[in-house]
């Protein structure tokens, strides 16, 4: 397996390594080498992320749904 440079330093340098190498190390169980603060860091960004699609979709839906029943559109006549 290759050796991988420092976490603190590979997390601001090459984020897709920084991932490779996170993932590496806790499939092998290494839970003391994990980069611990910037793991969290983006399990919180990606909770973020996912709730702001959500509402933006939740809002695009509620948008076409008042449309159709305020709008009438010509398959209505």
Known sequence: MAEFPAKATLYGQDFCLWVDATVAKLRAGEFGKVDWEHLIEEVEALAKRDRR?????????????????YIESPEDY
């Open 53 to 69: 699609e959500l509402e933006s979709r939740l809002r695009l839906l509620m948008s076409y749904l008042l449309r159709r029943g």
